[in-house]
């Protein structure tokens, strides 16, 4: 082998040695660059948007002991106490039914569900003929307990029945921190006669009823 050879196969080892490098060096920073970026130990992880961080239930205030809350598909939602109701026009009304503890037969004073319901101002669709009559009305108690009513039973434009938010029961007012009672005068048993009343939800059936389409 010449000199003129030796030196050649040197040069070219050398060139390969060179290549090595910088292939392993551009590699690494390669695998360093996407780390950072997609590597959730590299990276902070992106924040949520303020409104993502809370659902609307999440939002809403507790409702504190003797508090009702009028919500749902309404456009002004509030609370409302024993203390606000006694300030209201009273209505009276004397009725029989049969609980789980016999027959009943008493004497309530309060405010008409209607008259509370309707300052919330539900949203009933104008479009729909008679839009109210696919409302409805779920009155949560003391417990989780839940009973349902359709607005034409509480709206007087339908019905005659005079359903009341309680505030006493013959004459013996309601503590405040129990709130009131529905009282459902039509009914013949004590199942919709919900106590330590807290929520009123209103709303209409169509989600459900067309969602089943």
Request: proline share 7%; charged share 25%; hydrophobic share 40%.
């Amino acid at each position: 082998m010449t000199q003129d050879e030796d030196r050649r196969i040197r040069a070219g080892r050398a060139a390969r040695r060179a290549a090595h490098v910088c292939a392993a060096a551009a590699t690494a920073l390669l695998i360093t660059s996407c780390g950072t970026a997609d590597d959730p130990k590299g990276a902070a992880a992106p924040s949520a948007p303020a409104s993502a961080s809370a659902s609307p239930k999440a939002s809403l205030a507790p409702i504190k002991p003797g508090e009702v809350r009028i919500a749902g598909e309404v456009d002004k939602p509030y609370t409302i106490t024993l203390a606000d109701l006694r300030k209201l026009p009273q209505a009276e009304a004397s009725v029989e039914f049969i609980s789980a503890k016999g027959d009943q037969k008493h004497t309530y004073q309060g405010v008409l569900l209607h008259e509370v319901l309707k300052a919330a101002q539900p949203r009933f669709d104008p479009s729909k003929k008679n839009g109210q009559l696919r409302g409805v009305v779920a009155a949560t108690g003391g417990g989780d307990y839940r009973a349902v009513f359709a607005w034409a039973e509480i709206d007087p434009g339908f019905a005659k029945s005079q359903i009341l938010l309680a505030v006493s029961e013959d004459g013996t007012a309601f503590e405040d921190s129990a709130g009131p009672r529905l009282v459902v005068p039509q009914d013949t048993r004590g199942g919709r006669y919900v106590s330590e009343l807290n929520q009123l939800w209103v709303g209409t059936v169509d989600p459900v009823v067309d969602g089943a389409r």
